[in-house]
């Protein structure tokens, strides 16, 4: 049953979410190697702006604003604008297209090209996303990925650390965005069989949390295999979001300048004399910004992803946190008791113990009625025509297998205790077990069942 | 190993052999997630226990029967989704539970799903809802573990059989006529024989005692010879023949009414509660398939005290499919029931099909009772007076579900 709390919809949105990200990345990875490789520059655009543009297309698609198979124009021109969004990132294009060259920008910035190619995926994300698409989609553009990595690090040249930062940075989105996709798609679609809503389990929580240590666990040695800074794992995880937080701050900033210079040009109309804005010179006076080493930056960086790693545990304890509260504010009953226990032999060792003989499965005699039930257990063991018959009293036993007087004794005591109902003392029940020691010891009876030589 | 994996290998292999880490990053995230998409279909259902445990294995109908689900993920791989799809008998009701479809013909299943984390174990609260008799079995159970990155599944099956007997419901007997028991037979108060074991106390010493009936220390008490009284045994032998048969015609149609059915197991049953009560012995014979593969079932008549558990678990085992017909099943009493027991016969059918039989057996010694049952009780008891055989009738109104007591008459 799905769910209709709030906040089980936009839990809903991560599933898109996530595939749109991953997307974006594979297809940054393409575009870094072909940037690099081929027009031997610096990429400018990078997942996160591919999966907005896929975004974009997506949520058009979703919204009813477009539909590619009944009006094919809208989708044209929808892919267009983003294609041109893309050519216009890059500065030299915007240059030659306002100084009435456009044409001589055409072949100058593959990334327009590449946002196209991120819309039309993101239409495909629109509005069913199947768990097989988006399984296949990890499954092969993880080897896929070869392909702009040779091409990246064959044709980079001077380029290639560039090359190898951000390609790796773009491949450990794809993989974890890709694989937390999956994964969601698949609870998703297993909870349409089973009539279990994802959302009200641990199980994307799970998933979520498993995919990012497991690249964790992958990526840190890989960046240090391929000479990255430290936090690239870290950018890999949380670039798009720390990239969607950049464009926040930008845009914050943008309109707070846009309205300073209006509250500037309100004061001076009204004759309030503010200070003069720095000219370009006196910026240039300015103390030049120092510039960092990575091994001056190690221990920072280090501190910073231990920061992210805190944080994002404690996301998930508060989103575990927040999903209890919930449970319990909707009063659900669900009649289930759930606890962690650690079964005891995964903490035990195995000590190798001698294998015990057949039949010894008993303890030490311990009183005068364990010690007289072990001499039966000896003697029927030595002499099978030795055992207590199940009709025999102890007495007519002893009396009869004549096994001498400290089976008498041990009968006698056995006899006491089991029917007559006494307490023996310990001192008894120390001589019982002396009898039972003797009896051991003593010579082994007579075979009964053998034939005289 | 698949091709994707070879590409991996492959990857890595090239990778370290030039020095070209991204290469070697590539093949060991293309092996990673060839690894990951298996995982659980591998793993999953390693260290995976399941119990279940019904708090009894007998209940009576109307009872609510508490059942515990519990699963424990006794590793560190979490299991992201654990469908355990339990085979029961498709009767059961399960509170708040809708048992789904299984291949299995009789069975329905009763599933879980579970996401569990490491080490952890879930205790699920149910409750059966025994609202129908009879025989109720549990198992195998088929776990199922999906993989998290891939359509993949693993199932095992474990055995984990389980059952749960449903008695019948009993009422009250009211008899309609006062002074006298069901059925109409008079209780016996006195008797020829004593019963040794029902010491009812002393009276005086009367020539012709045996000297081992003379009470010894009551003589020295009271400085006369006193000599052990006890109660006259009036203990009967009944016999309940239940005719399950609730539809005229050959038997092998396997034609029956349920509710009748049902009827004359609740009739049964309280019958001989009432029976057992008196002191009698009573005994259960009937023909019918009975869950476990019998085709009838014999419980010869005594007054254990167990034995009413027994005759209601035997009526918990009918089902309504008649195996034999119930004149060749009252071929069977003179062999097993002494000359001098009664034999009440309980139907909802005209009693003419085996009428002759009753007859001969009344004839033989035994004291045959017939207690016609269903709408048509009254025309069936008298073709059973007029073939001879004292009739009753027994009624549980509204239906054998509300009935507060059955009436007797006759």
Redesign the interface.
Known sequence: MLSSWRADRYLGWLLPIFAIVAEGALIAVVYVAVEVAIDHRPPLLGTFEFAVAAGVAAAAVRRGWIDPDVDAGRFLLLLGLLGMVGWMWDAEVRELVLGGDPLAAVPLHPGGWLMLVAGMRGVGRALEID??AV?RL??IG??A??IP??L??LGAGPLRDVF?EE??VA?ITF?TAG?IA??LA??R??GRE???DWRQ???WL??VF?VIV?VLA?GIP?SM??GLPGDAVARGILGPIVTAIGYVVIGGLSLAALLAALLSRVLRSFGIQLPEPLSPEEIARLPEARIYTIDQLRESLTALIALWVVLIVVIVVLARVWLRRRQRRGGRST?????????QR?ARVRVPRPPRAAGRSWTRPYDAVTAYLAALRDLAARDTAAARAEHETPRAHAARIAAGPELGALQADYALARYGGRTLSDAENRRAIGRWKRLRKGPRAPDHGGAPP | MSG?TL??LA?VIVGAAIG???????????L???W??TLWSRYGLNDVTFERRLATDRAVWGDEVPMEVEV?N?KLL?V??L?ADDHVTEELRVVGRRLGASDRPGLGTL?H?W?L??????????AIDARRRGVFEFGPVRLTV??????GTNSEERELPGQLLVRPRTVAIRSSERARAPLGSNRTTMSLFPDPSRFAGVRAYQPGDPQRRIHWRATARLGEPVSRRYEPVHERNILLAVDLQTVPGPHWLMLFDDDQVEALCVAAASLARRFLRDGSACGLLLGTQLAGGRRWAYLPPATAPGQLGRLEDVLARVRPIVSLPFEQLLGVVPRRLPPGGTLVVLSARDPTPYVDELRRLSRSGYEVRHVAMGPDRAGHRASAVRAGIPGGEADLAPDWREADALVVAG
């Open positions: 768990d097989r399984t990890v499954l993880v080897p990925l070869a990595w040779a990246g690090q190898t390609a790796f491949s993989v694989f999956a994964g698949r609870l679609e297993i089973t009539g279990v389990n641990r199980s799970g998933t498993g497991v992958i890989a295999l391929l009649g289930e008791e759930r606890s962690i226990r650690i079964p995964s | 994707w590409v991996g990857m070209a880490p991204g290469l070697l990053l590539i093949g060991g995230l293309t990673l997630s060839r990951l998409t424990w006794q979490p992201p989704l469908v599933q799903a996401s984390l490491w080490y952890e174990r879930v205790v699920r609260h149910l999906s993989d998290l990155f891939e359509r």
